[in-house]
């Protein structure tokens, strides 16, 4: 199972971590993902992280400002975004599957399992 948490209210130009924790499996066997949805919007990637944490990719919007990371003896993979707009309001969900080492995915079918997501909005 997995479980997003941190998202909440800020304003413009603020940071906020998020935190994806797994409960009844050991994550440093999956390849991690986090995704959003806006209102009224489809589901879109985020950013992404290899098993071990070797390997990372990012959205166009996300890159520069999110990073992902992981730590796999706490079975966490955080995601911290800095310099949040408005545009970044959405529900945040990270995902999970299995993979070989070295090998983030982007796309959401590419992944098995989903965890609730955790609401982010910000104001201008």
């Known amino acids: 199972q997995l479980q997003a948490s941190g998202g909440g209210l800020v304003q413009a130009g603020d940071s906020l971590g998020l935190s994806c924790a797994a409960s009844g499996r050991t994550l440093s066997n999956y390849a991690v993902g986090w995704f959003r949805q806006a209102p009224g919007k489809e589901r879109e990637f985020v950013a992404a992280i290899s098993r071990a944490g070797t390997m990372t990719g990012y959205s166009h919007s996300a890159k520069g400002r999110f990073t992902i990371s992981r730590d796999n003896a706490k079975n966490t993979v955080s995601l911290q975004m800095n310099v949040l707009k408005p545009e970044d309001t959405a529900v945040y969900s990270c995902?999970?599957?299995?993979?070989?080492?070295?090998?983030?995915?982007?796309?959401?079918?590419?992944?098995?399992?989903w965890g609730q997501g955790t609401e982010v909005t910000v104001s201008s």
């Open positions: 995902a999970a599957r299995t993979a070989v080492t070295g090998v983030y995915y982007s796309r959401d079918d590419d992944y098995t399992y």
